[in-house]
């Protein structure tokens, strides 16, 4: 019930097409969403998050959809660019920790 | 911009050595975050602190792992009798309460991490 389920494992999406991943979760006791972006060797950087009680946030090219009935929530990245080319990360929170899918390794070709 | 840092950021040790890691959160952020994560998967959370506190550990971390936090400030995560499957990126995060309406929520964020490598 703990877990975070993440997919397509990995993509490749054209530049300037959509990118779009999707993560599913079992446990309402969650009670916030952050998204994480990765290149190989470094950290994870937060890139957007969202609360439960909100069904969209934007923030430039990055949007999360969040679907609280179904317990699904989605990245969109518009006019995707080889540098998002990256793997991607969702989570969810729970008293404060994490606990992360197993990520997407996204491909953008120019 | 003083981020979270670590050190070192690769460590290679041979099975059965001890090993000691260091986090460095951002300055105001009173909650610290030891996280693991092994090739191709997602973060593991292993333990966290507020402020000197050691609030929860995680099944993952085995008698041989031990973190502090000893001033609140810095904390370290040392693995003792280190075995081939030890072998990860060990990552911090630090984070702060941000409060939205009633909600509290805390954005962590992620040093550069410690590739450990145990042969």
């Known amino acids: 019930q703990q877990q975070v389920k993440q997919s397509p494992q990995s993509l490749i999406v054209q530049k300037g097409g959509i990118s779009i991943i999707n993560c599913a979760y079992e446990n309402t006791a969650f009670d916030y969403f952050p998204w994480y972006q990765q290149f190989p060797g470094k950290g994870p950087a937060l890139l957007i998050a969202i609360r439960p009680d909100v069904s969209e946030k934007k923030e430039g090219r990055f949007t999360i959809s969040f679907n609280k009935s179904a317990k699904q929530f989605s990245l969109h990245i518009m006019d995707s660019q080889p540098g998002d080319s990256a793997t991607y990360f969702c989570a969810a929170s729970i008293s404060g920790k994490l606990i992360f899918g197993q990520g997407t390794e996204l491909s953008v070709k120019p | 911009d003083t981020g979270v840092s670590q050190d070192p950021r690769h460590k290679i040790t041979k099975r059965g050595q001890n090993v000691t890691f260091r986090c460095d959160p951002i300055?105001?952020?009173?909650?610290l975050y030891w996280y693991r994560q092994t090739l191709g998967q997602g973060p593991e959370f292993l333990t966290y602190?507020?402020?000197?506190?050691?609030?929860?550990k995680s099944r993952l971390l085995s008698d041989r792992f031990s973190a502090e936090r000893p001033k609140g400030s810095f904390s370290t995560l040392e693995i003792q009798r280190t075995e081939q499957g030890d072998s990860a990126m060990y990552l911090c995060?630090?984070?702060?309460?941000?409060?939205?309406?009633?909600?509290?929520?805390?954005?962590?964020?992620f040093g550069p991490g410690t590739r450990l490598t145990v042969t």
């Open positions: 602190f507020q402020n000197e506190a050691q609030l929860e």
């Open positions: 300055s105001e952020h009173n909650r």
């Open positions: 995060a630090s984070s702060l309460a941000v409060t939205v309406w009633d909600t509290i929520t805390y954005e962590q964020y």
